[in-house]
């Protein structure tokens, strides 16, 4: 860290962040929850944020993401939102109900993946919200913004005035996303002093740019936090440079004196499994464990392998016994009903 740096206190860090044009969608604080079976079966003290229940159409990260990310739709001059991801997007489910609460049309571009057009888990929410829905073939996420583009002209051309979201493609949404979880970093920071305790281990599961707001907002707050990243995606970009630079862009915004570097990044892509969007045996096990244990349903695209990870560096010691652990509960459950079959039986 910069020797000059002076760390803020969580009240400094919400009053800098205040400053940034935000629009209110989340029910926020949300709770940060000790899980006594879970902790007693790894033998941590683990703590649950809970993201998941944001509010907003099943809430989740994306939620606090898009209080940021769409302020700019208070000038008026939009009358819709234009945006893609895969087909089972949580991302696009709390986009799309952020638009409706702000009375703008969404259209959604959605890469087919491996669930495709199901009408179930997000894409049946997709179907309820009243989106405009078009799915193209292919399940390389970074082929997205070439989709976008096209819809984009396609939309100027019939006289529409889209918002064009780019989320975890586009450099400012990407920066203004960190900045709402350097935002639950703050919230955190207060509740672990009511709660007494210090976190050794923060596990957040994170394509980039929750981690780096995460990063971000633990540096700003000077905790000894160890952040850990866990992806649920090969990427073929460098993502811990993508992640250090959300974290350095967002210091800027908030005027912060802190340089990040890949070097500095916990990220770690070995939970994926096959591919984006299929499920691992561990990922499931893991899910049905803190069903069992605590009563919350991970997701299965995300969560689960996080959670899985979790348990995994337990078991390889990197968390160590008696450490307290916060795993960030980034939502995304309404995936679980697409992939029934997976759950039922994962391979
Ligand atoms: C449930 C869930 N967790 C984590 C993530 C990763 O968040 P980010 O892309 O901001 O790193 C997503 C992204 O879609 C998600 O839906």
């Known amino acids: 860290m910069n020797s000059n740096f002076n760390p803020l206190s969580a009240e400094e860090l919400v009053s800098r962040i205040n400053k940034i044009p935000r629009i209110r969608l989340a029910q926020l604080p949300t709770a940060l929850e000790y899980a006594p079976n879970i902790s007693k079966e790894l033998n941590i003290n683990l703590y649950?944020?809970?993201?998941?229940?944001?509010?907003?159409?099943?809430?989740?990260?994306?939620t606090r993401h898009l209080e940021f990310?769409?302020?700019k739709t208070l000038s008026g001059e939009y009358d819709c939102i234009l945006t893609g991801a895969a087909s089972q997007s949580n991302f696009c489910r709390?986009?799309?109900?952020?638009?409706?609460?702000?009375n703008?049309?969404?259209?959604?571009?959605?890469?087919?993946?491996?669930?495709?057009k199901l009408m179930?888990?997000?894409?049946?929410?997709?179907?309820?919200?009243?989106?405009n829905v078009e799915v193209v073939d292919g399940e390389n996420l970074e082929e997205i913004p070439k989709h976008l583009y096209r819809k984009y002209s396609q939309l100027i051309k019939e006289g529409r005035k889209p918002l064009l979201i780019y989320g975890g493609f586009g450099k400012e949404d990407t920066t203004l996303a960190g900045i709402s979880y350097a935002n639950a970093m703050a919230e955190?920071?207060?509740?672990?002093?009511?709660?007494?305790?210090?976190?050794?281990?923060?596990?957040?599961?994170?394509?980039?740019?929750?981690?780096?707001g995460c990063e971000l907002g633990a540096k700003i707050l000077n905790w000894p936090t160890r952040?850990?990243?866990?992806?649920?995606?090969?990427?073929?970009?460098?993502?811990?440079?993508?992640?250090?630079r959300i974290c350095n862009e967002g210091a800027k915004l908030l005027d912060v004196n802190i340089k990040f570097n890949h070097e500095m990044i916990?990220?770690?892509?070995?939970?994926?499994?096959?591919?984006?969007?299929?499920?691992?045996?561990?990922?499931?096990?893991?899910?049905?464990?803190?069903?069992?244990?605590?009563?919350?349903?991970?997701?299965?695209?995300?969560?689960?392998?996080?959670?899985?990870?979790?348990?995994d560096y337990v078991q390889k010691g990197i968390i160590k016994k008696g450490d307290n652990v916060i795993f960030i509960y980034t939502g995304g459950s309404p995936a679980v009903f697409a992939y029934n079959e997976d759950i039922n039986n994962p391979k």
Request: glycine share 8%; charged share 20%.
């Open 104 to 116: 703008l049309d969404s259209y959604l571009v959605l890469m087919h993946g491996i669930k495709g």
């Open 266 to 311: 916990n990220h770690d892509n070995t939970y994926v499994g096959e591919k984006y969007g299929a499920t691992t045996k561990a990922g499931i096990e893991a899910m049905k464990l803190l069903a069992n244990k605590e009563s919350i349903i991970l997701d299965p695209v995300y969560t689960s392998k996080g959670f899985a990870a979790l348990i």
């Open 227 to 244: 952040i850990q990243g866990i992806s649920p995606v090969y990427w073929e970009m460098n993502i811990k440079k993508d992640i250090a």
């Open 94 to 102: 709390q986009a799309v109900a952020a638009a409706n609460k702000l």
């Open 69 to 71: 990310i769409m302020a």
């Open 188 to 212: 955190i920071d207060l509740q672990m002093k009511e709660q007494n305790f210090m976190a050794d281990h923060l596990f957040v599961t994170a394509a980039n740019m929750t981690q780096a």
């Open 48 to 62: 649950i944020k809970r993201d998941d229940c944001t509010a907003l159409a099943f809430g989740g990260n994306k």
């Open 120 to 131: 179930q888990g997000n894409f049946l929410l997709y179907n309820i919200l009243g989106a």
